[in-house]
Structure formats: C-alpha cells, structure tokens
C-alpha cells in the first residue's frame, strides 16, 4: 500500500509540474522563469527515476538462485521453477511458461500486450545463471484483457490516490503557509531597514530585497513540501539543476543583468540626483531626469530625452557640475606684443570685478599662457554661483565687456597679418589692376569690430531643460531618491 501512495504522489506531481510549466511558459520570460523551468524539469526527471524504480523493485538487484551441488540439469530446474513462481506473482504474467535448458531460458505461453513481454524478458535477464533468453511469448493484444487491465490500472490509481489525499494536503497547506509568510515579509521591508541601520531603504532596493525574500520562503516551502511526501531525495537535484539553469540563464541575458544590477549599485551610492547638470563619457551631457532598472534618463541641453544604459554609467566618468554650487569660467584675449600684458591683465580683472554675478571670493584672475610672434595672449578666469547665475551667458557677457575695456584703453587686440611675395616683380613694384603690389609687401587683412557698448545681459540659469527633468523625476519608477548618500 506503502508503495501504491508514494507512485500516486509521484505521479500528482508530476502532472502539477507539467501545469506549472506550462503557465510559466505562457507568463513570459524573467528570473520567475529560469527558476520554475530549472525545478520543473529536473524535478519532473528526478520524480521519473523514482516512479519507475518503484516498479519490479530493485531492478538492478540481481535474483539469486540457490547454489547446490546438483547437475546442471537440476540447475536448470531451479532456475525454470523460481522464475515461473516470480512470474506467477505479477498481474498479466501469469500465463507465461518458462523452460531453461544449459542456462538458455526461453519464455512462452500469452500476453495481453508488448509491454507485459518486455517485462518478462527483463526479469527473466535478470536471474542468476542466466546466460540468453529466448523470447517466444504470444502477444494476442485482446481488447478485452487490455481494456480491463487498463481499468483495474484506473481504479488502483484512484485508490492510491484518496489514500494519499491527506499528506497531499498537509505537504500543500506547507507550501501555501510559507510562502504567503514570504509575501507578508516582502511586502513590509521596515524591519529590514532597521536590520541594515538605514533609515530608509530605496524603493527600488526593497522592491529586490521583497522578491528575494518571496522566492527564499518559496523554496523553503518546496523543500518542506517535498520532505513530507518522502521526496527529499530530490532536493539536491533540485538545486543543482537550479544553479545549472541559473548559469545558462545568466549568460543569455548578460547585458540585461549587468544593466541590472548596475542600477541597484547606483541607486545605493548615487553619483548623481535628479536635475544634476552631468557630462557621462564625455560624450552625453544633460540634466539627470531619473534612474530606472535598465538605462538612466537625461534631458539634454537642447530638451531631448537620452537614455545612457547603466552599465555604462557605473564604468564610465561622470562630470557632475551641480555637485559643487560654485564654477570657474575662462577665455583667452591676445593683445599686441608691443602693449604692456601686466597692465591688460589688471584692467580686465577689474573690469570682470565689477559685474555683480562674479564672486569676489575667489577673485576674478589672469594668467599669460602665450607669447607669439605678433602678440600675447592672456587667459582670465571667474567664478560664479551656478544656483543663480548661468554659465554660458556670464562668459559671454564677461568676454565681451573685458574686450571692449582693452580696446578703450589703447591696447590692440593681434590681427592676422599675411606677407604676399609675387614672382617676377621686382624694385619698387609694378601696378596689378590699379594696385600697386611691391616685391616683399606686408599687408593687413583686419577685421573690423565695431565698439559695442557693454551691456548688462540677463544672466539667470534656462530652466527649459530643468523643467522638463522635473516632470521626469516625478514619474513612477524613479530608483533616485533625495533621502540616499550621495557620492
């Protein structure tokens, strides 16, 4: 009866797991899937091998045959009466005769089907002393003995399984207990922040640590399961070939994982929060509008959407200019190398200190960082508070205002100057359309700039790409938070 109750188990679990396959296969693709396809398929193997052992016995055990000193001839005896006496105690094998001679055994008599001729022949391959089997066993495939046998089948089957109906039950209330313990503990990750000794746990974090705790209590549950119908045998091959599937899922998915987990390191340490003015790889400039599992938003400069994959923002460079409030700006002026640079470096500081928008600590300041063959060129540089000032529309304010002090004050700003050499032309020089063009004539290409007066421009930051990052952030699967360390 023993038996008959664990076969019914098997085979319920079996049909449950080939279900269970199926949904999985219909829900699509996920962790979810690798996990449930990997315990399906080894557990359905691991639960086929133990069904069909639990049939014949153990059939890699041989039957022994009593050894005496008699003849061959009564070897052959003993062998022909101990498997007819084994073959008159199987169902559907009653009928078979057997006749052993020089240790050939040769079967005969009526089977209802091949199946039943494939177990005798097994059986009888199986006895101590046997060196071939003959099979000469009738298949009459007679519908009635088939259909009653298939019947008797049915109804031991069903017996079986009301008999194991109440462990089932008791293995599967487990099951259902432990893992809606899984999803209580998942769904409030409190305790897990105080565990961690944070304050708060980023919403994307306890979403993760939820579905770990669900999917651990699930597995707890199966393995308690599994122990209560007798199975726990297979637990092992469970694992194993979840870690099997688990490696082979991981390399087919590379790139979605690594972009995964990415997120997860950088939704801890965050390099950046939403509205950060960032230039990723020195290539995607923007400002930061949200972090989500796969890629990380930016707003361009110009009010476009970029996404920059999180892979590549964990190993890239990231330059973050709202980190620090404060931002140096700088331009170069040549002046000519007859003026005095000293005195053009402090007109130009002064005239940069007298702009409210430039910080006065630190001071604005000069530096020459070239003499050449026909001027001297000076770099400035100023700071400016980034909250309040903008930065591209201070520089240019300033670039303009220092360019026009030097050239009120007499200093001359370089000019291109292109020496013309014509051949054949020579002493004073000949007229070329009216012109006259000398051997060796020095001439100035100028460009005019007229005198502009200086202008107070409206420096204040362009919030258009701000305001469009704002409205990103406030959007729902956003892994940023402003509560979390910033790098």
């Known amino acids: 009866m023993g038996g008959g109750v664990m076969k019914t188990i098997i085979g319920t679990m079996r049909l449950w797991l080939r279900l269970g396959l199926g949904l999985t296969l219909g829900l699509g693709l ?194 308690v399961a599994l122990n209560l119908l007798g199975a726990g045998a297979v637990v092992t091959t469970i694992l194993g070939g979840a870690g099997v599937v688990g490696i082979a899922f991981g390399f087919a998915i590379r790139d979605t994982l690594e972009n995964y987990i990415s997120s997860i390191l950088l939704s801890i340490r965050q390099p950046f929060r939403a509205g950060d003015h960032v230039v990723i790889n020195a290539t995607h400039e923007g400002k930061v509008a949200r972090l989500t599992s796969r890629a990380t938003i930016l707003v361009t400069l110009d009010g476009n959407h970029l996404r920059v994959p999180n892979a590549d923002v964990f190993k890239g460079t990231i330059l973050n200019f709202t980190t620090n409030t404060t931002r140096r700006f700088t331009f170069e002026l040549g002046v000519d190398s007859a003026d005095d640079p000293v005195d053009a470096i402090s007109r130009g500081t002064a005239r940069l200190s007298e702009f409210d928008f430039i910080l006065k600590d630190p001071a604005p300041g000069a530096t020459i960082v070239n003499v050449g063959d026909s001027s001297i060129v000076i770099r400035y540089q100023a700071w400016i508070d980034q909250r309040g000032t903008d930065f591209g529309k201070s ?89 979390a360390e910033v790098e």
């Not at 153990?58 to 050894?67: F, G, Q, R, S, Y």
């Not at 001839?73 to 020089?102: F, K």
């Not at 209802?112 to 199986?126: C, G, T, V, Y």
């Not at 502009?452 to 959007?475: C, F, I, K, Q």
Request: glycine share 10%.
């Open 30 to 223: 996920g962790l979810r899937l690798g996990l449930t396809l990997g315990v399906g398929l080894f557990l359905g193997t691991a639960l086929g091998t133990a069904a069909a052992q639990t049939d014949d016995g153990a059939l890699d055990t041989p039957i022994a045959v009593p050894e005496t000193p008699a003849a061959i001839s009564d070897v052959d005896a003993a062998m022909a009466e101990r498997l007819e006496g084994i073959l008159s105690q199987l169902d559907g094998l009653e009928d078979v005769t057997v006749n052993v001679r020089d240790g050939v055994v040769t079967l005969g008599g009526e089977v209802a089907n091949e199946p039943l001729a494939e177990r005798a022949d097994a059986i009888a391959r199986r006895l101590d002393g046997t060196v071939a089997v003959q099979d000469s066993i009738e298949r009459t495939l007679n519908v009635t003995d088939n259909v009653g046998r298939l019947n008797a089948d049915w109804l031991a089957w069903l017996d079986d399984f009301v008999a194991a109906l109440p462990l089932m039950a008791l293995a599967l209330g487990t099951l259902i207990a432990i893992t809606l313990l899984g999803r209580f503990l998942g769904k409030r990750t409190g305790w897990l922040s105080r565990f961690l000794g944070r304050r708060n746990l980023n919403p994307f974090l306890a979403e993760v640590a939820g579905t770990l705790i669900k999917l651990a209590f699930f597995v707890l549950g199966l393995v």
């Open 395 to 483: 520089r240019s304010l300033s670039i303009q205002a220092v360019k026009n002090t030097l050239e009120t004050h007499g200093f001359s700003l370089p000019e291109p100057i292109y020496r013309v050499k014509v051949d054949g032309v020579k002493g004073d020089g000949v007229k070329v359309d009216g012109v006259k063009v000398d051997g060796t004539l020095a001439a100035q290409v100028n460009d005019v700039t007229p005198d502009v007066a200086d202008a107070e421009l409206d420096v204040t930051p362009d919030n258009g790409s701000d305001d469009t990052a704002a409205r990103e952030a406030a959007m729902e699967g956003n892994l940023l938070s402003d509560s």
